[in-house]
């Protein structure tokens, strides 16, 4: 029998707002504890039926409901998530979580044979194929990421495998993966020298995939050129990060992000419609520091803080879709009431979003999502273990960074113990020997080695009391 998660445990296990989202926001901040957390859940509405927005895509007439399902933090047995647990996915809630999806308007699933240790094509196929095949529609992706699957063979092996996994005839919205990612060498090593780009354009002429996109991560070269030939192409939809501290500020949380401003601009004048992916930015928009949330909460007492950045992601035209990675029935309702139907930004509103926006991003952060697609790392260190805690500590403001302060000697200990609690000594930072192997793989393009040196340095003079 399946293991289902009891919501007090669930907000145990959430602790920060979002369950197996990274943690960051502003440094010297109280940030929302348990009990604020309970509150956003404790007196949920139940989303009504027959009130979702509907989006219509201009190449082939789909009514695509406004929030999208992204069926990569999948509940496991062990009442965790498949992102950051290696319990098997538990199918049974799968179903129930997609059931109620479907039951209140969600017809848009998104995978990737790279989601949930491969298992989410899979699972996801199991939950959809119990319902009619005309009543959701299906992303998944060309996830071609290790050089080994580069080739053409391999690559057309997992995009027929993906047919298999999801039990359909045809894929409705088709995606070269993470283009940007390592630049322009890698994208025309992934897409163009192997033929691939002609093969999916053939797929689409012959109707086994509807409608083809691509999502882009890091390198806006990749972006540009992709768009430069969509006269040619006719890119139906494109995946990309908007949320409203990336519409302005992406390239302050990292140096080599694009501002959503842009990238939205450059498809709405194409007439292009956008996915929109990360409208959470890995969680940390569900769980902004305390003085924050208690502003939303004075402007609309009854509003979760993630519904702020769902309302912020849906309100503009040339958007699709908005997906959202939903591993506990709480997280599907509460994104349900902010899309059935979706009350749009107001100017004044999208004001007080940025002036937040603002806020946060006067302070250095590791932009982290904890996607994991930086491992396994070839040395054991958990990467994306070690820029959560770090980061969580940090949005509690309980860095110990004053010697001379009252508190500076149990900080340092919380700080030590933690790190030791949170990851295991030998997958700590100081096993890492800056290979690099990393690097080409996270789409925020972080310099992963240099920030591993650093929390080390860091985590060192504390053990040295320096």
Same mark, same amino acid.
């Given at each position: 029998m399946s293991k289902h998660i009891e919501r007090r445990d669930f907000l145990k296990i959430v602790g920060a707002g979002v369950a197996t989202a990274a943690v960051a926001a502003v440094p010297?901040? %109280?940030? *929302?504890?348990?009990?604020?957390?309970?509150?956003?859940?404790?007196n949920q509405k139940e989303p009504p039926k027959g009130k979702m927005t509907y989006r219509t895509c201009p190449t082939t007439g789909d009514k695509v409901s406004l929030l999208g399902y992204g069926m990569m933090r999948l509940p496991t047995t062990d009442g965790g998530s498949a992102r950051g647990s290696d319990a098997p996915i538990d199918q049974e809630m799968v179903n129930r979580l997609v059931d109620y999806a479907i039951e209140h308007g969600v017809n848009y699933f998104d995978t990737s044979p790279a989601y949930c240790r491969g298992e989410s094509e899979h699972a996801t196929g199991i939950a959809l194929s119990r319902? !009619?095949?005309?009543?959701?529609?299906i992303a998944t992706k060309l996830s071609n990421f290790d050089e080994a699957t580069w080739s053409r063979q391999e690559s057309i092996?997992?995009?027929?495998? /993906?047919? %298999?996994? &999801?039990? *359909?005839?045809?894929?409705?919205?088709?995606? @070269?993966? +993470?283009?940007g990612m390592g630049g322009m060498e890698a994208y025309k090593s992934r897409y163009e020298d192997n033929g691939m780009l002609d093969f999916c354009l053939e797929q689409r002429r012959l109707g086994r995939i509807r409608n083809l996109g691509f999502s882009y991560h890091g390198d806006i070269k990749v972006f540009d050129y992709l768009l430069s030939r969509h006269d040619e192409i006719h890119w139906d939809f494109v995946q990309i990060e908007l949320n409203y501290l990336d519409w302005d500020y992406a390239n302050e949380i990292n140096e080599r992000?694009?501002?959503?401003?842009?990238?939205?601009a450059e498809l709405l004048k194409r007439g292009i419609p956008a996915v929109i992916m990360e409208p959470l930015l890995g969680g940390r928009l569900a769980s902004v520091p305390q003085y924050l949330v208690e502003k939303m909460r004075q402007r609309d007492p009854e509003a979760s803080t993630a519904?702020?950045?769902?309302?912020?992601?849906?309100?503009?035209?040339? *958007?699709?879709?908005? &997906? /959202? +990675?939903?591993?506990?029935?709480?997280? @599907?309702?509460?994104? &349900?009431l902010s899309y059935c139907p979706l009350r749009p930004v107001? %100017?004044?509103?999208e004001e007080f979003l940025y002036d937040v926006a603002r806020q946060i991003v006067n302070v250095e952060l590791i932009p982290c999502n904890n996607c994991k697609y930086c491992m396994p790392c070839p040395?054991? *260190?958990d990467i994306p273990a070690i820029f959560v805690h770090y980061n969580k500590v940090k949005n509690q403001g309980r860095l110990p960074l004053n010697a001379q302060s009252p508190e500076y000697a149990k900080l340092r200990r919380e700080y030590l113990v933690g790190q030791d609690?949170?990851? !295991? %000594?030998?997958?700590?930072? /100081?096993?890492?020997?800056?290979?690099g192997q990393c690097k080409p793989h996270c789409p925020q393009n972080i310099n992963i080695p240099a920030e591993l040196r650093l929390i080390e340095k860091f985590a060192e003079n504390l053990r040295k009391n320096v």
């Open positions: 010297g901040c %109280k940030t *929302v504890v348990d009990n604020d957390i309970e509150d956003e859940y404790e319902h !009619p095949r005309d009543s959701y529609f092996a997992m995009y027929e495998n /993906s047919f %298999k996994e &999801l039990q *359909v005839d045809h894929i409705d919205y088709y995606l @070269l993966h +993470g283009c992000n694009t501002d959503a401003r842009y990238l939205y519904s702020w950045a769902f309302r912020y992601a849906g309100t503009p035209e040339g *958007v699709l879709t908005v &997906l /959202s +990675g939903m591993t506990f029935m709480e997280h @599907l309702k509460d994104n &349900l107001t %100017k004044d509103e040395y054991g *260190v609690r949170a990851v !295991p %000594k030998l997958r700590q930072a /100081s096993h890492c020997i800056g290979c």
